[in-house]
């Protein structure tokens, strides 16, 4: 089941330019995850952010929660060519994940 | 940090056979899995969710004859497709829930299953 939206559905950047990608929901949460899926693989747990959370990095990452307009989005700075890869954002409500559509990030070296 | 181990990467089979895909959680113990179907360039579908010791808890659309779940073991959880056909063919991961305390999920490595 889906109930996120992510914008933009695909995004391709230069090497060491910033991407950033917006997630929106519709229900309240407990909290928010991001995770990255490079192709044809598994999925890595980037950063989860609570609902009482406004704001949290983690590295290259900067991950930001709005309750109130229902959206988060994740930056990565300084991108590198192994950024490459599908990003989804996942909303935990009531103990179960509810993912977004995801949005490809291409690095171009 | 906690690991979900699922087994195989990749099976391919024949129409009208059963495959199985294991996962296991190999430094916790895993209450609640979680299943998941991906198709080419989309997000993840909930298939259904099993709670060790009881029966699973399918989502709507999913058939439960078809897609057998067994959680016998707070370790091992597996799913296995039987009668399998080509529009079976897909990206099955699953997914433990961490605990209410980190609030977070671990995923296994996922399965690429290829029916031809």
Known sequence: ?????????????????NATMNCSYKTSINNLQW??????????HLILIRSNEREKHSGRLRVTLDTSKKSSSLLITASRAADTASY????DSNYQLIWGAGTKLIIKP | GAVV?????WVICKSGTSVKIECRSLDFQATTMFWYRQFPKQSLMLMATSNEGSK???EQGVEKDKF?????????STLTV??????DSSFYICSAHLGLGTGGYTFGSGTRLTVV
């Open chain 1, 88 to 91: 989804f954002c996942a909303t």
């Open chain 2, 68 to 76: 057998l779940i067994n959680h016998a073991s707070l370790t091992l």
């Open chain 2, 5 to 9: 181990s699922q087994h195989p990467s």
């Open chain 2, 82 to 87: 039987t009668s399998a056909h080509p529009e």
């Open chain 2, 56 to 58: 699973a808890t399918y």
């Open chain 1, 1 to 17: 089941s889906q109930q996120g939206e992510e914008d933009p559905q695909a995004l391709s950047i230069q090497e060491g330019e």
């Open chain 1, 35 to 44: 995770y990255r899926q490079n192709s044809g693989r598994g999925l890595v």
